[in-house]
C-alpha cells in the first residue's frame, strides 16, 4: 500500500533549526512535495524533490533519499510565522499526491 | 503565476439544502483538479479526482450522489453538496494540476468554508 509517515507534532525555539521527517512509500515515485498550511488556510507549496539530494531556499531546505524512501524539511532561523502544519506528499505513478497526515510546528519565543 | 481561485470563501446553508462551490485556474489550463476536505485539526482527505471533459473518479468512501463535480473546461471545476447536512461542515480545499510538463505540482485554491446549519 501507499503511506507517508511524519511526526505529529514538534517544538522549536524562536531563531533555531529544525528538521521533520518524512518516509514514503508509493506506487511509482514522481518526487516529493512539502507544502506549509496555516491554521484555517489552504497549503502552499514549498519544496519539490525528484533526485536525490538537497534542495536549498532561504531558509527552507528539503532533502531525499529514494533509496531509503526518506526525505526530510529543514527550517533555519526559525521565525514565529513559520508556527504552521508541514505536509509531506509523495506523488504516485499517476501523478497524484499521497498526503502525510501533516507535522504540528510550534515555535516558541 | 499558478493562481487557483475558489468561491465563495465561506457559505452558510441550511440542512437538506444545495451548494454548489467553484474552482478556477486563472493563469494556467488545469488538466486536472482535485477536490479535499479537511476537518478540524485533521489533515487533508482527497474526495475526487476530476479530467476536464470526463467523469470525476471519488475515493472509496465519498458519496457520488451527493457530491456532484462537474470539470466542464480546463479553467473551471464545480463541487455541489447535495442535501447538506451538518456533518458535511467542513473545509473543502481544491487544487489544480496541469500534467503538461512537470513537476505536475498541485496550486491549490484558499478553500471554502462550509456551515450548515
Known amino acids: 500500500g501507499q503511506n507517508i509517515d511524519q511526526p505529529t507534532e514538534m517544538t522549536a525555539t524562536e531563531g533555531a533549526i529544525v528538521q521533520i521527517n518524512c518516509t514514503y512509500q508509493t506506487s511509482g515515485f514522481n518526487g516529493l512535495f512539502w507544502y506549509q498550511q496555516h491554521a484555517g488556510e489552504a497549503p502552499t507549496f514549498l519544496s519539490y524533490n525528484v533526485l536525490d539530494g538537497l534542495e536549498e531556499k532561504g531558509r527552507f531546505s528539503s532533502f531525499l533519499s529514494r533509496s531509503k524512501g526518506y526525505s526530510y524539511l529543514l527550517l533555519k532561523e526559525l521565525q514565529m510565522k513559520d508556527s504552521a502544519s508541514y505536509l509531506c506528499a509523495g506523488m504516485d505513478s499517476n501523478y497524484q499526491l499521497i498526503w502525510g497526515a501533516g507535522t504540528k510546528l510550534i515555535i516558541k519565543p | 503565476g499558478a493562481v487557483v481561485s475558489q468561491h465563495p470563501s465561506w457559505v452558510i446553508c441550511k440542512s437538506g439544502t444545495s451548494v454548489k462551490i467553484e474552482c478556477r485556474s486563472l493563469d494556467f489550463q488545469a488538466t486536472t483538479m482535485f477536490w479535499y476536505r479537511q476537518f478540524p485539526k485533521q489533515s487533508l482527505m482527497l474526495m475526487a479526482t476530476?479530467?476536464?471533459?470526463?467523469?470525476?473518479?471519488?475515493e472509496q468512501g465519498v458519496e457520488k450522489d451527493k457530491f456532484l463535480i462537474n470539470h466542464a473546461s480546463l479553467t473551471l471545476s464545480t463541487l455541489t453538496v447535495t442535501s447538506a447536512h451538518p456533518e458535511d461542515s467542513s473545509f473543502y480545499i481544491c487544487?489544480?494540476?496541469?500534467?503538461?510538463?512537470?513537476?505536475?505540482?498541485?496550486?491549490f485554491g484558499p478553500g471554502t468554508r462550509l456551515t450548515v446549519t
Open positions: 476530476s479530467n476536464e471533459g470526463s467523469k470525476a473518479t471519488y
Open positions: 487544487s489544480a494540476q496541469t500534467r503538461t510538463g512537470g513537476p505536475y505540482e498541485q496550486y
